[in-house]
């Protein structure tokens, strides 16, 4: 099972490159539900909750076809998603805020192994995805900026980071933004 820094005392040292990579993960799998922003066409975002499926470096969600966020997403890939902030058991809350790009899945086998997933983890995990419509796209982001809120020991840590193939985690100067 992956080390957070919630088993660690406040005075712990800042996670390395692969403690900050379990963390991600573990962030990742232990929610189901982010907010996805899109660019609308007048520049002004559009941010909505979807639930997601994380399999590798993929998250994945459905949208309706003829919703504004399928447009946008069609129209500019960039997406902002934020996830997380639950209480956890000590009250510490921690979450991820990503820049990513997002596309449409549209190999069918690919589109069934997701579809697998989603059904061998439905019963166990609150992945419960309602798109307003029958007319569904399933949509693929693959984060590539990640901000990690850590408040499970004091002072809240923030840690920005770029997420490249198989999870490899760079360390990014706090001053970069994204």
């Not at 957070?4 to 005075?11: D, G, I, K, L």
């Not at 998250?59 to 447009?71: G, I, T």
């Amino acid at each position: 099972m992956p080390t957070t820094r919630q088993e660690h005392p406040a005075s712990a040292a800042p996670l390395d490159e692969a403690g900050l990579r379990d963390l991600i993960l573990e962030i990742l799998d232990e929610n189901h539900v982010m907010c996805v922003a899109t660019v609308r066409s007048d520049g002004w975002p559009h941010a909505t909750l979807v639930n997601y499926l994380r399999l590798g470096r993929a998250l994945y969600f459905v949208v309706a076809r003829d919703s504004q966020k399928f447009e946008n997403i069609t129209r500019d890939s960039r997406v902002s998603i934020a996830l997380g902030g639950g209480l956890l058991a000590n009250g510490a809350v921690r979450g991820l805020s990503m820049a990513a790009r997002a596309t449409e899945v549209s190999d069918p086998a690919h589109i069934q192994e997701i579809n697998q997933e989603i059904f061998r983890i439905s019963r166990t995990a609150g992945f419960r995805p309602h798109p307003s419509s029958v007319l569904i796209a399933v949509m693929e982001a693959r984060p590539s900026l990640i901000s990690v809120i850590d408040y499970t020991a004091p002072p809240g840590q923030r840690e920005l980071v770029r997420a490249v193939e198989d999870w490899r985690i760079e360390r990014l100067p706090p001053e970069t933004s994204h």
